[in-house]
């Protein structure tokens, strides 16, 4: 069983920054999987920010989020970074980690098996 805790969330204003962190626990390895950053929010549905496959450290992100966020990982550690830059009121969401073979691990939460119980992040104008 893969337990996914996130944190880093906060109160920011907006053009300022933060760096969101998931600590992966539960396996020996996570070579096979694909970690992935969603958010969601008031109101909305969850939607993909970005992901990142855990061996070779390919990574994606959907087009709204590209220069301004980066997803990364450490393998020795097990966790996963998403540095959130230049954010705007619009970011303001619950950001959730999230975990599952990369094989199927995509854009839709539908290929994670695991989540975090996510982060709140408010952008302030």
């Known amino acids: 069983q893969v337990q996914l805790v996130e944190s880093g969330g906060g109160l920011v204003q907006a053009g300022g920054s933060l760096r969101l962190s998931c600590a992966a626990s539960g396996r020996t390895t996570f070579s096979t999987y694909a970690m992935a950053w969603f958010r969601q929010a008031p109101g909305k549905e969850r939607d993909f920010v970005a992901r990142i496959i855990w061996s070779g450290g390919s990574t994606y992100y959907t087009d709204s989020m590209k220069g301004r966020f980066t997803i990364s990982r450490d393998n020795a550690k097990n966790m996963v970074y998403l540095q959130m830059n230049n954010l705007k009121p619009e970011d303001t969401a619950v950001y959730y980690c999230?975990?599952?073979?990369?094989?199927?691990?995509?854009?839709?939460?539908?290929?994670?098996?695991?989540w975090g119980q996510g982060t709140q992040v408010t952008v302030s104008s």
């Open positions: 999230a975990a599952g073979l990369f094989t199927k691990a995509t854009i839709t939460e539908n290929g994670y098996d695991y």
